[in-house]
């Protein structure tokens, strides 16, 4: 029985295609902006943090409390559960210029802004 190897070449050039595909928006997140915040005492710190507008952004959250938030923007269309102690980072689109609130959505009284400039 004769076997053709024609068909391990095209899957290895659709895994190189998909492999790229996948790098390409890590790659570009990390051209655009990236901020730091963090939530201590149901209090995000700074409570307004600034990035650049039109380009993909990445905020990390670090969680001081004892206790899970979850970083949550309607403007944004993000929203990340952040365990005690933990790190979670959502990846925003490019925006245009202008003000973005976010909050903890376990805790609705803590609120922040972003500010893309």
């Not at 970083?71 to 990846?91: C, I, M």
């Amino acid at each position: 029985m004769r076997r053709s190897f024609v068909g391990c070449n095209t899957i290895g050039t659709i895994a190189a295609i998909g492999a790229v595909v996948f790098v390409a928006p890590v790659l570009s997140a990390q051209q655009g902006g990236a901020v730091a915040i963090s939530v201590k005492d149901h209090r995000f710190q700074p409570v307004e943090v600034h990035g650049p507008a039109n380009q993909p952004l990445e905020i990390t959250v670090k969680n001081l409390d004892s206790t899970p938030m979850e970083f949550e923007s309607v403007s944004l269309r993000v929203e990340k559960v952040v365990t005690p102690g933990a790190a979670g980072t959502v990846h925003v689109r490019p925006l245009a210029p202008g003000r973005y609130e976010f909050f903890d959505d376990f805790h609705q009284e803590t609120r922040g802004t972003l500010v893309l400039q």
